[in-house]
Each structure stands twice: as C-alpha cells, then as structure tokens.
C-alpha cells in the first residue's frame, strides 16, 4: 500500500551510462517532484509537475530529463551519468497545503 | 528568495528530557513552515506544519513546533525524548506560484537521544 514508490531502490553504473528512475504515487496528487540529496545530506528541489506539466525547473544539467506520462506518474532519466551525480533522489507529492510525501529515495552511484 | 536555516548540525539528548530542534526562515509573506524527519536510509516523513491559526502546532509522535512572527523561529519541541527518536530533522518553508509549492529545506539537524 506504498503511497510514493521508487525503483530501483539501488543504482550501480558506470560513468558514461544513461538510467532511469521511475515513480509513482496512489494517492491521487495533482503534483510531483523529484529532489536531489547529496552526501551531506541537504535536500535540493530538481523539478516539479502538476498535473504531467512541468512547473519548477531548477538549475539542472540538461543530461537530467523528468517525463510523467500520467499525473501519477514521475520519471527521470539520466543521459552521460558523471562521477557527481551519485546522490539518492526522492520523488514526491504533495497536497494542496503543501505537505510533501516522499518515496523512499533511489540511492545512484556512478563509478 | 526563501531560505531555511537550522543552527545546529548535531543536538544530543538525555532520554526523557525535553528537546528542541531550532529553525529561522526568511519567506516573503505568510509562511508556510513544515517539519520532516528522516531514518537511516529512509524516506523524509511528514511530522507537522504551520500555515495559520495557533502558534503551537502538535504533530506525530509527541512533536509540536511553536511559529513565532517576530523571531521568524518554528522551532521543534517534544516533553520527553525518546531513544527512537534519534534521527535527522529537516524544517522547511514553502511559498506557491505557478501551480506548486515549492519547499526549501533547511540543511537538517541530527538527534541523538543518548539512553
């Protein structure tokens, strides 16, 4: 009965490749998001969509590409992967009074 | 530009006193103000919010966070601290424009509750 699920939950790839995320949530949220968490942990917005239109669109290399084919649905892939993009991403959605839920994060190393 | 910030990287607890997480914010108009936490390998869980009404907000697990306007502060409290509560702490802030919030988060605080 996940709310938010993300898969893989573990990505190993070597520099050079191109992957996915995907995701998706049941909760019937209009809005969705991915977010970067680095080694020090802090939490950085990447995109967001509402309703499978892309809305937020953070500084962020053009190699990155969310798609969300249906308002439940949020994917990212990942062209050219570099050594600094292994980080754990989460996606989520949030409510209309802003409370984000969170998938439990895609941990990506790049070697 | 909205910003976050939680003054201490690290808070250490005796298990059963009271703690406080602290947080500033600096948003342009009402804030909306949220606390999260995060397990071990973990996604970030929902705790409480702040958007209007009463100061003290009461949250999951025993948490509540009291907003203060003059001290742009939400900080986080709880009575009595559990071991179980160990974890990181993020507060975030939210403004709405183009059809999303967009939630800045502050760089997180870690808990140690110390049995």
């Known amino acids: 009965d996940t709310a938010v699920s993300q898969t893989p939950k573990y990505l190993v790839t070597q520099m050079g490749n191109d992957k996915s995320i995907k995701c998706e949530q049941n909760l019937g949220h209009d809005t969705m998001y991915w977010y970067k968490q680095d080694s020090k942990k802090f939490l950085k917005i990447m995109f967001s969509?509402?309703?499978?239109?892309?809305?937020i669109n953070e500084t962020v290399p053009n190699r990155f590409s969310p798609k969300s084919p249906d308002k439940a649905h949020l994917n990212l892939h990942i062209n050219s992967l570099e050594l600094g993009d292994s980080a754990v991403y989460f996606c989520a959605s949030s409510v209309t009074t802003g409370e984000l839920f969170f998938g439990e994060g895609s941990r990506l190393t790049v070697l | 530009a909205q910003s976050v910030a939680q003054p201490e990287d690290q808070v250490n607890v005796a298990e059963g006193n009271p703690l406080t997480v602290k947080c500033t914010y600096s948003?342009?108009?009402?804030?909306?103000l949220f606390w999260y936490v995060q397990y071990p390998n973990r996604g970030l869980q929902f705790l409480l919010k702040y958007i209007t009404g009463d100061n003290l907000v009461k949250g999951s697990y025993g948490f509540e966070a009291e907003f203060n306007k003059s001290q742009t502060s939400f900080h986080l409290k709880k009575p009595s601290a559990l071991v179980s509560d160990s974890a990181l702490y993020f507060c975030?802030?939210?403004?709405?424009?183009?059809?999303?919030?967009?939630?800045?988060f502050g760089k997180g605080t870690k808990l140690s509750v110390i049995p």
């Open positions: 969509y509402n309703n499978k239109e892309l809305i």
């Open positions: 948003v342009s108009g009402n804030p909306y």
């Open positions: 975030a802030a939210s403004s709405y424009g183009a059809g999303s919030y967009q939630l800045t």
